[in-house]
């Protein structure tokens, strides 16, 4: 797994990227607060058989920020022009948290592109109260308040796995730049029912997985998603919450190395 950079057309700035492997194209997109790091278990596994491109997303990691007041549909742009620079045509996509949000995007608005998308721990259509909650959240963020406890709180149990997973994390929350999260956090806030509509025009293979215990990325909305989609498929994971890439290594990697063998044309399973 090496880590580079490139720099971007359009006033982009600058990418930074691990890649991984040969074979055909996998790219992976974190949530608010990683960085591409975060895939490390997913990246060693996938690049046995695939060419992984793990992403840093604007602001987080080697990547420059984008404008402050920025929505999702201009980290979607975002990423469209760093699979140009980096000559990626067809893919399959992946995207955590924001980074679901990113993937139903970018599969939505480019569909061409996209031979299937996988949605970890994605957020869909939040509730009134949710919504409040991570809108007041965002308002603190952006005002200066920076609590890595809270999140860790809600994103990991007690289990060793999980305070293991859970150490990690917590070194790149807080090293993480605050104006790069503080814009990637608000357009998250806002940004679950974006491309909510549009669902239902995904055509190629979709996998919504999630933990049992998120209380934000709920199995509700995976199973939403899947169902709303053409070709969709909802996985939960029993006994886990938000970073359940990192604390149910081998279950997501088998349900991700499953969705990769899935023919790209596939009558309704959902």
Same mark, same amino acid.
């Given at each position: 797994?090496? !880590?580079?950079?490139?720099?971007?057309?359009?006033?982009?700035?600058?990418?930074?990227?691990?890649?991984?492997?040969?074979?055909? *194209?996998?790219?992976?997109? #974190?949530?608010? &607060?990683?960085? =591409?790091?975060? $895939? &490390?278990?997913?990246?060693?596994?996938? =690049?046995? /058989? #695939?060419?992984?491109?793990?992403?840093?997303?604007?602001?987080?990691?080697?990547?420059? #920020?984008?404008?402050?007041?920025?929505?999702?549909?201009?980290?979607?742009? $975002?990423?469209?022009?760093?699979?140009?620079?980096?000559?990626?045509?067809? *893919?399959?996509?992946?995207? #955590?948290?924001?980074?679901?949000?990113?993937?139903?995007? +970018?599969?939505?608005?480019?569909?061409?592109?996209?031979?299937?998308?996988?949605?970890?721990?994605?957020?869909?259509?939040?509730? @009134?109260?949710?919504?409040?909650?991570?809108?007041?959240?965002?308002?603190?963020?952006?005002?200066?308040? +920076?609590?890595?406890?809270? @999140? !860790?709180?809600? $994103? +990991?149990?007690? =289990?060793?796995?999980?305070?293991?997973?859970?150490?990690?994390?917590?070194?790149?929350?807080?090293?993480?730049?605050?104006?790069?999260?503080?814009?990637?956090? /608000?357009? +998250?806030?806002?940004?679950? /029912?974006?491309?909510?509509? %549009?669902?239902?025009? *995904?055509?190629?293979?979709?996998?919504?997985?999630?933990?049992?215990?998120?209380?934000? =990325?709920?199995?509700?909305?995976?199973?939403?998603?899947?169902?709303?989609?053409?070709?969709?498929?909802?996985? *939960?994971?029993?006994?886990?919450?938000?970073?359940?890439?990192? /604390?149910?290594?081998?279950?997501?990697? %088998?349900?991700?190395?499953?969705?990769?063998?899935? @023919?790209?044309? !596939?009558?309704?399973?959902?």
């Amino acid at each position: 797994m090496t !880590l580079k950079t490139l720099q971007l057309s359009e006033g982009y700035g600058q990418l930074g990227y691990r890649e991984a492997g040969e074979g055909d *194209i996998v790219v992976l997109i #974190h949530g608010v &607060g990683m960085q =591409s790091a975060a $895939w &490390g278990p997913q990246i060693d596994a996938l =690049s046995k /058989t #695939h060419h992984v491109f793990a992403l840093d997303m604007p602001g987080h990691g080697l990547t420059s #920020h984008l404008p402050e007041g920025a929505q999702v549909c201009d980290y979607v742009r $975002w990423l469209r022009t760093a699979l140009q620079a980096l000559n990626l045509q067809k *893919i399959s996509l992946a995207g #955590h948290s924001m980074g679901a949000l990113i993937a139903v995007g +970018f599969t939505v608005t480019y569909p061409d592109m996209v031979e299937r998308v996988a949605l970890l721990n994605g957020v869909y259509r939040r509730d @009134p109260d949710a919504r409040a909650a991570v809108e007041d959240r965002a308002a603190q963020i952006r005002a200066g308040a +920076f609590d890595v406890a809270t @999140p !860790l709180s809600r $994103w +990991f149990g007690d =289990s060793p796995a999980e305070q293991d997973a859970r150490d990690q994390v917590a070194e790149w929350l807080g090293s993480v730049d605050h104006a790069g999260y503080a814009t990637a956090y /608000t357009a +998250f806030s806002r940004g679950d /029912t974006y491309y909510a509509d %549009h669902v239902s025009g *995904i055509e190629c293979p979709l996998l919504a997985l999630t933990g049992e215990g998120d209380p934000n =990325s709920t199995p509700a909305m995976s199973r939403a998603m899947a169902q709303a989609a053409q070709n969709g498929h909802a996985v *939960i994971v029993a006994g886990h919450r938000h970073m359940v890439n990192l /604390t149910a290594v081998d279950t997501v990697n %088998h349900e991700l190395e499953t969705w990769l063998s899935t @023919p790209c044309a !596939l009558s309704r399973t959902a």
